[in-house]
Each structure stands twice: as C-alpha cells, then as structure tokens.
C-alpha cells in the first residue's frame, strides 16, 4: 500500500463510516485524513446521533454503511440484532493492546471499543461546592441541576447512580428503588438534556448550576464557562464505551478493517487524546499520558473507579423505563 | 392559502381534450405514490393488532404521559394562535393601509424572517430568553422581577418561538384581506357616527373573519406540526408530538408507536382544521353566492 | 335641512399641486346641488372635505352658521352615499340601516320603527334579512340611500352614486333619488360627471374645472348661457369659432374670415363663438350672413339623426340632421348658423 | 379613521415591527464576539467564527448538496406542476378543484411524518437510495407552492391571449411556449424561490432523509448548535441571511423589471 | 375580401339548452354586419363557433363556398379582435402586431415593412418600441385592430371591441373602424350592444334574441321598420299599446278603448302600436283620433328637451319635448300620435 502516490485513490479502497456528530472538524483532520494518507483509503461520512444512526441502519440493510461508531448501549443492541459482521480479531493488529474486559466486551458484541467516557458532575464553584453524588439531592439544590435524559448515552447510568442513591441497585429490582430516588431528585432537576450543549447555554445564562455530565464534553463546556470545576466522585463512576463495528452487509471489509486497526493505533489513541482534538480516553494500554493530557478522561485511577453498566439488562428493560421516566421526570 | 383557489373554465375551449390527462398524471401519480401510499403504509401496521384494530391507539391514549404531549402540543398551538392573531392584525391594518410603496417595502421586511433559516430564527430566541439573556437582563433592570425567570425550554419559549415563526405568515396573510377590503366601508361607518375603536370591532374585524380564520388555520396547522422550534426551545421535556415522533422513531427505534403518533396527529390537526373552518363559515354572515 | 356654506376651501395632497383653489360657495335650505366636472377636478376631493373624510389645506365649512372645519367626522352628523354603496357586507340590510341609529344610542323600540319607515319609503320592505350582496345594483344604491337618510341628516352629500349603474337602472334611480329629496326636503350635494343627469335632478349645478368652479347656475342657464368654452364644451357645443377683439363689429356683429356673425348674446368682450351641432341647419343657398360653405368629411347613422362632420374655411363642424336619407361623404353644403343659437363667450 | 396616521395603530405597529426584526439584530451582533459562546453584550470582536464555518466539513458539504437538491427539487415540482396547472386552469377538466386540493395535500400532512413516512417507503421498501427520497420529500414540499402561485397567475391571465395566439396562426403548443410562459414568468420566480427556500431550510424531511455523504446544511448547523455553543451558529446564520436577502434582491428585481414593461 | 355563410348552426354548452337556436345567415363581400343583442344572447358563442375557438353543436360555417367547420382555428386565417384586446404583454407592438405574419413564416423584411404600413395606417408608429401597458386604451384598442389586420385576414371577428372605452374615445374608435373596413374592403362581423353604436357603423345590423335572430336588415330599415315588439324596444321605442285582432277596424285603423288609432303600417296582422317618445305631440285640444288625455306623473329636464312620464288610460307613456319651460306634475295634457310615426307589429 505504501507504495501508492498520494494522489492516486483506486488502490487503497473507500469505506463508508458512520460515527457521532460531535467535533466532527477533528475527527476528519485527526482521524480521516491521516487514514486516508495512511492507507489510501478514501472515507465517506454520516455523522449524527449514535442512536439515530443504530435506527437506520437496523431498518435500512442497504444504507451502505461500512463502519459506525456507537455508544455501548447501541452496539449492544445491535450485536443483539445481530447487525454487525462477526469479526476475525486476528486482522487487528492493535486488538492485543485492548484490556481483557474490552477484549471480553468486544467478543460478546462483535464491536471494539475505542474509547470510553464515564460521569461526573459539573458545577459553578461561585454558586455551590459538590463532592459527592448524593449532594445531588440536597434541598438547596432546588431548580439548579440538570441531569442526562434517559434517552441519552448516560442516561442509564443516571438511573444506576439513582439506584446507588436509594441502596438498591437497578439490576435487583428492576429500576423500582432508582425511579423512587429519581422522584425526590425531580424538584432539583431544571432539565434533562439531551444535548451537552445544552449545558454549556444554562450554565451560561445561569439556568443551572450543576450538571451530571460525560467527561467528554467537559472541554466543551469549560471552554465556554472557564469557571466551571469537575468532579469524579470518590465513590465511583460509571464507565462507557464507544465501540467500532463493521456491518453485516459491508462489502468493503478489508479497508474497514484497517479503519479500526488505526483507530485502535497507539498513534491515533494518542493523538486524539488532546484536549484540542476528540478528547477521547485511550483504550490502548500502550498510550500513557501525563496528569494534564489525562484531564477530564476515564483514565489511570478514575478508570480504576469506573463501574460498568450491564447494557445487556438496561436494553432489556429500556422501553418500559423510558416511559416510567417520562411520567416522572419530564411530566 | 390552504383553500384551494376557485377554478373556473370560463369557456369551453376547442382543444384536444387527451392532452389535460397528459398533463395531470405525472404529478397526479408523483403525489400518489409519494405521500398517499407511505401513509398508508405507516398506517396499516398500527391498525394490525391481535387484540383490536384499535388497541395499538387505546393503549397509546392510556398512557398518561402521551396525553399530556398531546394536549401541550394542542395548547401551544391554539395560544400561538391567539397571541399571533393578537399582535398581526393591528400591524397588518397599518400595514396595509401604506402607500403603495411603503406597502412594498414593509412587506418585504417581514418576508424577511419568513424566509429566515429556522435554526436561525429559533436560535435567535435562546440568546434573549436565558436567563442570563436579553429579557431577564432588562427585566431585572426595570425591577419588573428580582430572580430571573425561568423561560427558556418552557412551554413558553416555544409559543414565543411558534410566535415568532408564523407572525409573518399571518400578517402576510392578513394585509391580503384587508388591502380587499373597500375602505369607504369604514369611512361610511365614519359619517355614521362610529369612533374608530367601535369601526375596528363591528366593521372591521367582521369583514376580515374569512381571512383571519385562513390565517389562523395556516398558524394552527404550522404549530400544530412544527418540529424545529420545539426541538431547539423545548428540549425532551417538553415534547410535543412531532418531537415526540421522531424520538420514538430515531432515537428509540419504536416505529409502531411513532407511526401511531403520527396518525393520530394528522388526525388531530386535519380535526381542528375542520372545526375551524366550521367555526368561521359559522361566523361570517355574509351569505355565500355560489 | 341646513344650509352648507364653503369659504375658500383650498387642498393639496401633496404640498405643491393645489388640488382645490380656494372655491366658495353656498348651498340653501332643502336645495339640491350637482358638483359636475371632468374627471380629477377635484369633486370627490370637494365633498369628503365637507363630509370631514378628509383634511382641508385651508378654508372653512359652515353649516347653518356654525363652523364645523374641526369637527370629527363621526360627530357631524351628515349621511354620505358612497359612489360604491360601502354597505356593510357582513351585515343584513336592516342592520345597515340600522347602524347610524345604534351609534346614536337610540332605542331598540325606536331604531326599529324608525327603520321600517325608511325601508318602506325606499320600497325595501321585503329585504330586510337579506345581505347586500344578494340585491341587485340598484336595491343596494337604496339601501345605500336609506342608510344616509335614516338618521335624518342636515346635509346629505353624495359622491356619484349612480355611476355604477346601467342606463336604464340610472335613469330610474335618478328619478328616485329626486323625488325623495323634495319630499323629505332635504339639502343635498350630488357630485357627478354626467351632465345630463346633472341636468335632471338639480335645482344648481356646479361646474367644476381643475380645482375652480367655473359656474354655478340653474341647469337653464347653463345650457342656455354656458359662461366658458369650457362649459359650453362640457355641454355639448361642440361647434367652436374663435376670433379677436378686432373683428368685432358691433354689440350683435362679429366677422370672423370674410363672414359676419350675428349672435344672440353680447360680443363686446367675447373671443369664442360657439353652437350645438344639432342647432346648424344645412340650407340650400348662402344667404351671406351666419352662413358658410363646406364639405361632408365623414358621416354617421344615428338612428334618429344623421351626423356629419363638415370641413369649411373656419375650421371643422359638427352637424346633426334629422332626414330620412344619409347625405355622402364629399357632397358640398351650406351651413347656417341661426342667431338665437350662436352664443358668444368671453373666456 | 383606522389609518396608517392613526398613532396608536402605529406605534403598535413600529413595536411588533421591532419584535420581528431585533432577534436578527442580535443574532448579527453575536456573530462578531470574541468570547466562544453565544451571549450578550459582546466582549470584542472578530471575524473568527466566520473562518471556522469553512472548517466545517459538514457545513461545506452541508450547504452543497442543500443548494443541489433545493433546485433538483424545486426544478422538478416546476416541471410536474406547471402542466398540471396548465390543464387545471385551461382545460375542461373534470372535478378540476379536486383535482388541485389533492396537488394541495402534502401541505397538511406533518413535514416530520411526509419524511418518517417516506423514509419507510421510498428508501426501505422501494430501496431507492437516499438521495433521491430525499429529492422526493422536497419535490412534495415544493409542489403545493407552484400550484398555488401559478393557478393564480394562470386564472389571472388573460385567456383570449391564447386564443389570439390560435387566431394567428400559432399551434397549442407552441402557443404555450410563446405566449403562456413568458407571461407568467413572474409567478414562476416567485414559486420557485418559495420552493427553493423552503426547500434549503427544512429540517424535518431532511432529519429522515440523510446517509453516508450525504449531509444537508441545516440539519448541520442543528447538529451544531447541539454540541458546540459557540458563535459559529451566529456566523453561519448571517451568512445564510445574507443569502436570504440577495435571493429576495434578485427575485424583487427580476419580477420589478418584469412589471415595469406589463 | 371573403363571403361568410353560417347554416343552421346550433349550440348547447351542457347538451340540453340551446345557446344557439338553428341560426343561418350570411355576410357579403366587403360588407361590415354587426351582432346586436343584449347580455347573454348568443353574440359571442356564434363569433368563437366562426372563429373556431369553440365546437359547433350542430351546423355549418363557409368561407367563400368552403366548409371550415372542421378546420383548426390556427389554420383559418381569420382576424379577430377580442372585446379585452389580448395583446401579448410581454411583446413590444411591432411585436404584437408582427406576430401573426411571424407564424406564417415571413421574411424579416417583408414582415418589417408589412408591420410598419399598417403601423402607419394606425396611427402608431411612434409606439413601435412601446409595451401594451404603456399604451392608453385607445391606442391598445388599434393595436389589436393592426394586428388583426395586418395578416390580410379573410374575415375579421370583433368582439365588442369598444366596450371598455369611454364615452369620447368609443365614438372615435368606431369611425376609425369603419373608415379602415371601408378602405381596406374588409368582410366584417362586430359584435356589440350598444345599439347606437352598431346603427352608426354597419351596413346591416343582425338583432339576436335568446340565440334567434329576430331581425336581420339594414339599420334604416331596423330603426322605421322594426318587426317585433322585442326589436322596437331595443332600439327606443319606448310606448307600446296592446290590443288583439278584434279590435282591428282596417288595414291601417285600430280601434283601443275608446279610441281609434291610424298607423302608417298595414295592422292586419298586428298585435301592437308603437311610438317613440320624441314621436309623441303635446296638443292643446283633443282632435279625437290618435290623440289621448293624460296627466303628468313626472317630468325631468334632458338638456335640449324634457321628458315626461304621462298616466292615460291606456297605461303609462314617456314623451319628449322640446320647450323652453318644464311643464308641472299634474297637468292635463292631450297626446297625438302621428300616424306617420305610429308602427304596428305583428310580434
Ligand atoms: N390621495 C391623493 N393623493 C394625491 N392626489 C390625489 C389624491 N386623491 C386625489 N388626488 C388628486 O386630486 C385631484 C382631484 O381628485 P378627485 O378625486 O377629487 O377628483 P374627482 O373630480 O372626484 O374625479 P373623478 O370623477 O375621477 O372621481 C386629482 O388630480 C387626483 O389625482
Ligand atoms: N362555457 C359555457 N358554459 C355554459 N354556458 C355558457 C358558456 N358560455 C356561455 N354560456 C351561456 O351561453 C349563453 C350565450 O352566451 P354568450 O357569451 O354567447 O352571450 P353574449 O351574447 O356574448 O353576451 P354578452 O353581451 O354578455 O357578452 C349565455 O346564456 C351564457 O350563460
Ligand atoms: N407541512 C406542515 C406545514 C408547516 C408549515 N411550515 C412552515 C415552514 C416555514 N418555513
Ligand atoms: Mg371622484
Ligand atoms: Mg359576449
């Protein structure tokens, strides 16, 4: 392949990728582009919600997409649906640098992580002081927070946090203990929001003054509120993963492959580390990053913290919690 | 706009009378098979239950949450409705009593946001209704209130986006009927003795009851099914159905229960439509010369 | 009922063009006046003055003394018959006649017998539920009339209200319109721009060009004594001959060309002579005076009469003559023009 | 007298006027500020946000294929409606009006459900690709305007200009070509820019209607605003009413021309 | 330039009335016929039938002895002049009126000096550059007229073609018309309903009724000789008086009521006596026949006459007078009808 003039393009293939919408500018000049130079394969793109993008492509079986990125909740899903293209680990080059719990995770789902984001809680250190989950309850918190809606990446893990909250974890009782807690969090909850931007705009007009967020979009919202502090509690955080996976029908396997080998690549984990760029956790063990680089990322000790969530059960008992959520939380 | 203009072939013209089906059947058939036909096949799966044809609906109706989004989206639409009506008629009449050429340049003003991107337009909304934002701002320095209000991704934001994005469909709207209007009607009411305030309301407004119930049902209809400004104004707590579509649709994959939305939101907002076509034929009195 | 007095009444829409130039006139007690002109002299503009419609530049309008200039229109208590009707559509007819009595805060018991009279007198008894639309043309210009008349106006003004109408329908609203105002004895100003049935109705007609009255007379004296050539022309002398001061030769004699003139009227200070084309006679022979010789330019049926126009030494005329045989085109005549039919104007 | 010198009239005019009008202001003015989120008053300015719009790859990719399928689709709702107009208006058609309330019905019919509802049908059942459902969705959109405008212009016309084209010597066809066309060119600029800006601003249908490459501006700038809070949304915004102004600058000017000689 | 012959011809819009009733006639070389009839008749259905905008019922149209009923109307190689002009807005008049010569493939320059001849003829040669909109309404009205004209059409078709003028310019307009069919020797047919205006312009004047022609002759002839009741009307004879057969005393006297009647007519046949206003004497003693006692129920000033409305015995009867006084409401008066003036109708 490395042959090949960078002008030239028939040799190395195209494969069609569908991944989120966020930062999509970094992810074509640190990602796509390198690819391409890289291997010579040409890329087409669909960004958008992971959730949206799962709907399309588990309805649409010739939506042409080759690779897409989704959160972990969507990728089991799909594996469940059995929508991906059973992967021959041996291709990936990168896939022994994985921690044997994302070796696991992949094998069950057909789909690799690459990166992953856990939560924590965002606030306005002129306006109040949090440390630990269960602040989020406080009297004095009352029309100042907002939370993940249940339909978002961590709304799940808003439910377990709410669950760790009453004592009973959801996988016991099926969410009863976390919906009862999640009714005494409502007076504090301005907005369940399903866009981290979302914050940044309340944070900035004073709509909120915490927020229970991903730490991926922490940058974001530092970067538009320099105030803003976050904090992983002690107590733990919950982790999740963005996985890679190939579809069924993709007739381009090959350069797909090599998309997700890259991705996996120490040299683009690395770089897409940064702050400036995706902002996205390393998962290949051989990437280290200093305590700055490391900011704001699952990584080195709030990694260790970071419990998982059994997305095998939530997607199980999903549709029955959504509409248990709207009748509480946005009734 | 939404009446269907009168068609009258004023005479009978010596042409090939093959040449009209020519004609219609592309877009005839276009319209068909695009807009009829996916209809019905969102349709026929809601109707196809063991239970009944109709439980997919009931059990959608029992849901108490349901019923709420579908009374906030019947709400919001009839309340756009009046505050739009409330604030384009008078603007309208000035508007439409202009010179020619003031007329034009006024009109063209408010085309202007009609023709705006409606990302842009609602968006415009979040700057001024935050918290932080331009209203509050001036409210706290006026002391109108002392803590600021809670506006934005409220119901009340997206009646002041909904507002916003249909006044100038309906000033449009109106400044049509009333540039119809003859004007020595009111100048009659004048000599008559009526002071302008009692001209507006027994001369004025009964005249226009045709074209402010096409204007209100343009408005009606719009907000009934818009999607972005709920979208961007409301966030996820408060849906209202077209929102509450394309959650269930995309995000949570559920098409059943988006199509049943569907369904039942063509059903709602054609039903209004109806009624509110009933209602001005109701109110206006002039008699109808066929 | 009132008697209307306007004092140097003056308009500019525009700040420049003066619309109105300062006109005065009067109109008495239970009389009918017609404001006839051309269109754009300034009529329409005259009457919504009065009505206080619109704003005078300057002036004054008086009724029975009293200045009324700064009056509100809906305080002058005036009825108005509008060229177009303007009844009100979403009203029935007796609700439009109704209308002045309610914003006159009268009594249901009384708006309603005042309103049956004036329906009876107008002969719209029958259409009292009905809606404007569904009456003819002339059934509206009624209810259009009861309407003004109902609340007992001072002053009745009217601005061409039977432009609308066919022929025959006109000629009978006209008669209509009459009748009711002497029997009501009313004071009415009737603005038109058809001379006869300015004619038919008034008992003075106004004669209005670009924003001056020009005259202002009985309908037999301006027929008959038409002051300009512009009058005379509005009238129906089409038949012009214009000559200078020098050519006169006596009170009665003007010569214009190598032909004299008699005429009926005074020529001392005239410029123009004129007549009706129905009042040349062709003659036989050229007696010399008052007679031309000419040609048949052009000829027209017109059913009763014939027309021709006839190219002579002074000019083109125009003649009516009532034969049973249409003369050619080309054929040679004599012209007379009888005395008591030539008039001489000063302007 | 209700009036435009009425003062009361006018001064709740001039405020309504001010509502419609200021969000824009502010939206201009935000679109200047230094500060990387949207607010107000503005700390400094620059005409940075501006650049990064043409970082965007969306944005650029974005505003491409929504300038490409606005006038696919208003191109093609031209091309299906005027002839149906034609015949409606012309020809003795029978049941002609409703014939013109059916052309009228995508109107009433949610926009989010015409792109569910095609989305279902066009790209998964007929498995036609995205592309075209999507100049499909906006052809729907489009079509209602051109019937509306152009069954006005049409009833409005006077129709013994035809027949006199008959009357010397001018086939049907070519009559229509000569004679109809140009005369209600007018309504035919003002149709397709209705179809065109309706068509490049909408969400909905195009929120169905997206895939691989295949990204509409709009939905874009949506996307945006939904993860990033900075002014690039302000910027973009007045770059796109600027388009909006110059598209009603041409059309005024089109049709201004037009009616100086009619 | 061409003979027109219509036979039988018949038309029904929705298959069951007949618009147009079996009509026949035909147009002689040269010869300018006008359509007369009111509103509704059939005036513009038989033009578009000859036209061949519109499809025949039933019937026949020759030109010049050919059968063109079947022919395309772009195939006909008429002239037509619509009532609305329909000039081609978006065309310049050089445009407009080069268009017809366009579509029979012309050269630029035969086309180019046709145009500007008739352009010339017209009168409109400085508008050659203009845009219809630019054109005042009588301008426009010969731009649609050159158009028809310059393609030498074998038969030109108008369609009321001044009915949207006024007053002063219609008259204009119609001798224009005529003095151009005169010159250029065209086959005309115009439809109008204005019955001034058709006796002025045509060598016969055809009178429809209810998709029947009811009378079809010279306009002299129409004017003393009408046959019905319904032409009579139509054209002033504004007095009728009814009687039946028994009642006839001989060929020329009638007896009504009281009184007996002489009439210029033969009155065998006849059902009705009529006169026209202007017709009817104002005497100072009853001579007994043809003269009847009345009294004044209304009267009106005309201008250069007055007209009265008098209640006799035998119903109502308009009168004109030519006097220098008006006569009261009241008066007794006695009416003679000249025998000469008085027709008798069998229809
Ligand atoms: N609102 C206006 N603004 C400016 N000029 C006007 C206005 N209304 C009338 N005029 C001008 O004033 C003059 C007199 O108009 P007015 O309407 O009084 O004429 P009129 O005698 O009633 O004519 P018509 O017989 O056509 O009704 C005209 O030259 C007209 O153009
Ligand atoms: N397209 C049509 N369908 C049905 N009836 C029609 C149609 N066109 C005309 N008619 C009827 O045919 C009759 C004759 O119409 P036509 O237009 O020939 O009258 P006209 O003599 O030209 O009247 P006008 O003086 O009003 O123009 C009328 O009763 C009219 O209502
Ligand atoms: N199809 C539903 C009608 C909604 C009206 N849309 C208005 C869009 C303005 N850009
Ligand atoms: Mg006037
Ligand atoms: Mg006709």
Redesign the interface.
């Not at chain 1, 087409?44 to 919600?49: C, I, L, N, W």
């Not at chain 1, 010739?62 to 997409?65: E, F, K, R």
């Not at chain 1, 900035?204 to 709509?207: A, L, Q």
């Given at each position: 392949t490395s042959a090949c003039s960078a002008g030239s393009s028939s040799n190395g293939g195209k494969v069609?990728?569908?991944t989120f919408?966020?930062?999509?500018?970094q992810m074509?000049s640190d990602v796509l582009k390198p690819f391409t130079k890289e291997t010579n394969v040409k890329v087409?793109?669909?960004?958008?919600?992971s959730?949206?993008r799962?709907?399309?492509i588990?309805?649409?079986p010739?939506?042409?997409?080759d690779v897409i990125e989704l959160a972990q909740n969507n990728a089991v899903t799909g594996a469940k649906k059995k929508l991906f293209a059973k992967l021959n680990f041996s291709k990936l080059k990168n896939f022994k640098y994985l921690s044997a719990a994302q070796q696991k995770l992949a094998k069950q789902t057909n789909s690799v992580p690459y990166t992953l984001n856990s939560i924590g809680i965002i606030y306005n250190p002129k306006k109040v002081n949090l440390k630990e989950w269960n602040q989020l309850w406080d009297k004095n918190l009352k029309?100042k927070i907002a939370i993940p809606?249940i339909?978002t990446t961590f709304g799940p893990a808003m439910l377990y946090l709410a669950g760790d909250h009453a004592k009973t974890a959801v996988t016991s009782d099926n969410g009863v203990g976390a919906f009862k807690a999640l009714k005494e969090l409502k007076p504090n909850v301005?907005?369940?929001?399903?866009?981290?931007?979302?914050l940044?705009?309340?944070f900035?007009?004073?709509?909120i003054e915490a927020a229970v967020v991903g730490d991926y979009a922490v940058g974001?919202l530092q970067?538009?509120?320099p105030d803003l502090k976050y904090v992983v509690p002690a107590s733990g955080t919950y982790a999740n993963y963005d996985n890679v996976a190939i579809l069924k029908n993709s007739k381009n396997q090959d350069a797909a492959y090599k998309y997700i080998d890259f991705r996996l690549s120490e040299k683009i984990q690395k770089k897409v580390a940064g702050a400036k760029s995706l902002n996205n956790a390393p998962v290949n063990t051989q990437v280290k990053l200093t305590e700055s680089e490391a900011a704001n990322k699952t990584y080195g000790d709030i990694a260790k913290r970071a419990k998982t969530i059994d997305f095998f059960y939530v997607n199980d008992h999903?549709?029955s919690w959504?509409?248990k959520w709207?009748?509480i939380?946005?009734? | 706009m939404l009446k269907s203009s009168k068609l009258l072939v004023i005479t009978e013209v010596k042409m090939n009378k093959r040449a009209a089906i020519y004609l219609i059947v592309p877009a005839f058939t276009g319209v068909l098979i695009f807009t009829f036909f996916p209809l019905i096949q969102i349709a026929i799966p809601t109707f196809q239950n063991n239970q009944s044809i109709f439980s997919e609906y009931i059990r959608f109706l029992q849901n108490t949450y349901n019923v709420q989004v579908i009374s906030r989206t019947f709400l919001i639409a009839i309340t756009t409705v009046v505050i739009v009506l409330i604030m384009g008629l008078p603007i309208s009449l000035w508007i439409a009593r202009q010179r020619t050429n003031v007329k034009q340049v006024l009109s063209l003003l408010i085309l202007f946001p009609m023709l705006t991107n409606a990302v842009v337009r609602n968006f415009a909304w979040i700057i001024i209704l935050g918290r932080d934002g331009i209203l509050n701002k001036f409210f706290m320095a006026l002391h109108i209130v002392n803590h600021p209000l809670s506006i934005l991704y409220t119901n009340v934001s997206i009646i002041i986006g909904s507002v916003y994005l249909f006044l100038p469909i309906m000033i449009t709207s109106l400044v049509g009927s009333i540039s119809e209007l003859n004007i020595e009607v009111e100048e009659a009411a004048a000599v008559l003795g009526a002071t302008p305030l009692k001209s507006f309301f027994r001369i004025l407004i009964p005249q226009l009851t045709p074209g402010i119930f096409t204007g209100c049902i343009l408005v009606f209809a719009g907000t009934m099914t818009a999607y972005t400004t709920p979208q961007i104004l409301g966030g996820n707590r408060h849906l209202v159905m077209s929102t509450l579509i394309y959650q269930q649709a995309m995000t949570l994959g559920n098409w059943q229960s988006a199509s049943v939305i569907a369904i039942v939101l063509i059903i709602i907002s054609a039903l209004s439509m109806w009624i509110m076509r009933r209602i001005s034929r109701l109110l206006d009195r002039r008699p109808s010369l066929a | 009922m009132a008697n209307l007095e306007v004092k140097k009444l003056a308009k500019s829409y525009d700040g420049k063009n003066k619309v109105l130039q300062d006109i005065s006139f009067s109109v008495n007690n239970g009389e009918l006046v017609s404001i006839l002109g051309p269109s754009g002299c300034g009529k329409t503009t005259t009457l919504r003055i009065i009505a206080g419609l619109l704003d005078e530049t300057s002036g004054q309008v008086l009724v029975d003394q009293a200045d009324v200039t700064k009056t509100p229109v809906y305080k002058r208590n005036f009825g108005m018959v509008f060229q177009s009707y303007a009844l009100f559509p979403h009203l029935n007819i007796f609700e439009n006649v109704a209308f002045g009595l309610k914003m006159r805060g009268l009594s249901k018991t009384e708006i309603k017998s005042k309103v049956e009279e004036i329906l009876e007198i107008t002969g719209l008894s029958e259409f009292a539920q009905k809606y404007p639309a569904q009456l003819s043309g002339g059934q509206q210009q009624r209810v259009s009339l009861a309407r003004a008349l109902v609340i007992n106006p001072q002053l009745l003004l009217m601005d061409e209200p039977l432009s609308n109408l066919d022929a025959k329908l006109r000629l009978k609203m006209r008669e209509e319109i009459r009748r009711l105002q002497q029997k009501l004895k009313m004071t009415v100003l009737f603005v038109t721009h058809d001379q006869q049935e300015c004619f038919a109705i008034s008992d003075r007609v106004m004669i209005m060009k670009e924003g001056r009255i020009d005259q202002y007379d009985t309908p037999q004296n301006i027929f008959h004594h038409p002051r300009t050539e512009y009058v005379a022309r509005f009238i129906g002398y089409d038949n012009f001959i214009h000559f200078d001061q020098a050519q006169v030769i006596d009170n009665h004699h003007v010569k214009v060309g190598n032909i004299s003139f008699e005429s009926i009227d005074e020529c001392e200070k005239a410029k123009v002579l004129t007549i009706r084309p129905e009042n040349i006679e062709i003659v036989d022979q050229n007696k010399g005076d008052n007679t031309i010789l000419g040609t048949i330019i052009s000829n027209e049926y017109l059913g009763q009469s014939f027309k021709y126009r006839i190219k002579t030494e002074l000019g083109e005329f125009q003649v009516e003559e009532s034969r049973k045989k249409m003369r050619l085109v080309g054929e040679q005549i004599n012209l007379e023009f009888p005395a008591k039919h030539l008039h001489a104007l000063s302007e | 007298m209700l009036d435009r010198k009425n003062k009361v009239l006018t001064i709740v005019s001039l405020i309504v006027l001010a509502i419609l009008m200021l969000p824009l202001v502010l939206v201009v003015v935000t679109s200047f500020n230094t500060q990387s989120s949207i607010s107000l008053p503005i700390e400094g300015f620059t005409f940075n946000w501006y650049a990064n719009i043409f970082q965007q790859p969306d944005f650029i990719a974005g505003f491409e294929s929504s300038l490409l399928v606005a006038l696919l689709a208003s191109g093609l709702a031209l091309l299906f409606g005027i002839p149906a107009v034609y015949a409606l208006t012309r020809l003795d058609v029978p049941k002609a009006s409703w014939f013109q309330s059916f052309f009228l019905s995508p109107t009433l019919i949610p926009e989010i459900v015409i792109g569910f509802a095609l989305y279902q049908t066009v790209v998964i059942t007929m498995r036609i690709p995205v592309f075209a459902g999507l100049i499909i969705g906006h052809f729907l959109l489009c079509l209602p305007y051109v019937i509306r405008l152009i069954t006005a212009s049409m009833l409005l016309l006077d129709r013994h200009i035809e027949e006199a084209g008959w009357i010397y010597g001018c086939s049907p066809k070519k009559t229509f070509f000569l004679l109809v066309l140009p005369n209600i060119k007018t309504s035919i600029i003002a149709a397709f820019m209705m179809c065109f800006i309706n068509s490049f601003n909408n969400i909905p249908i195009s929120l169905f209607m997206n895939g691989p490459s295949l990204t509409m501006l709009p939905p874009a700038i949506l996307n945006y605003l939904q993860n990033n809070y900075d002014p690039t949304v302000s910027a973009i915004s007045v770059l796109l009413m600027i388009f909006t102004g110059l598209m009603m600058f041409l059309v005024e000017k089109a049709i201004g021309i037009k009616s100086l000689t009619k």
């Open positions: 069609v990728l569908s919408g966020l930062s999509t500018k074509q087409s793109t669909q960004f958008g919600d959730s949206t799962l709907t399309q588990q309805h649409n010739n939506s042409g997409v029309g809606d339909t301005v907005k369940t929001y399903a866009q981290s931007s979302d940044s705009n309340m900035k007009t004073g709509e974001m970067a538009t509120n999903m549709a959504i509409s709207n009748k939380m946005n009734q | - | - | -």
